[in-house]
């Protein structure tokens, strides 16, 4: 056990589907890492022979998404739980950020960023074959169009605009992907 409260840094899913027990949650933004779907998806959305596509932290520009505050005593579970979702394959490194909270406090925050060394690693892709590859992603953790959209969602809730997940979307409605949760993020 640590002695000391740890908060993590949520861009895509962890923003709406976390997966820990947290103390507090505030909107937070960081420098140096822009959120980028960036990352083939061979196990949660999407598998090897048919990867789909999800968000990473990327080099340069800012991020704003979501900082939760783990409890001291909770810090264990939490980096066991988060290390077997977002280290599945390796494709992210655990980084640590500065993040300025929306009430004004400046925390270190946990993240992951994306790995450019990494074979998964997709880096700025074609608008169109990222719609493709959202289009055919379906993994353990559901098909990869409900992703971007719960993902795009989230954000449109946080007052953050995502121009490309905007057109992503947009894009699956025209093309066929659409799903359930698609028809709220029209």
């Known amino acids: 056990m640590t ?8 861009y895509g899913s962890l923003m709406w589907r976390p997966g820990f027990t947290f103390e507090e949650q505030a909107v937070a933004h960081i420098h140096g890492y822009h959120r980028s779907l960036c990352i083939y998806s061979h196990v949660h959305r999407g ?5 789909g596509l999800v968000l990473g932290l ?3 520009g800012s991020c704003k998404g979501m900082a939760f505050r783990v409890s001291a005593a909770s810090v264990k579970t939490t980096l066991v739980y988060l290390r077997g979702r977002e ?3 390796g494709v992210y490194r655990e980084i640590h950020l500065h993040a300025a909270l929306s009430d004004g406090r400046r925390v ?4 992951y960023a994306a790995d450019q060394s990494h074979a998964q690693y997709a880096g700025r892709l074609d608008r169109r074959d990222a719609l493709r590859l959202v289009l055919q992603g379906n993994g353990i953790s ?5 992703y971007v ?3 795009l969602n989230h954000l449109r809730a946080l007052d953050i605009r995502d121009d490309y ?3 992503l979307v947009r894009q699956l409605a025209e093309d066929g992907g659409k799903s359930e949760a698609e028809g709220s993020c029209l």
């Not at 559901?142 to 409900?146: A, E, I, S, Y």
């Open 58 to 60: 990327d080099r340069g």
């Open 87 to 89: 280290q599945a394959t």
């Open 108 to 111: 270190e925050a946990l993240a």
């Open 165 to 167: 997940l905007e057109w």
């Open 3 to 10: 002695d000391k409260d740890l908060w993590i840094f949520g």
């Open 142 to 146: 559901g098909n990869n169009p409900d």
């Open 47 to 51: 598998t090897e022979e048919q990867p």
């Open 149 to 151: 959209c719960n993902t």
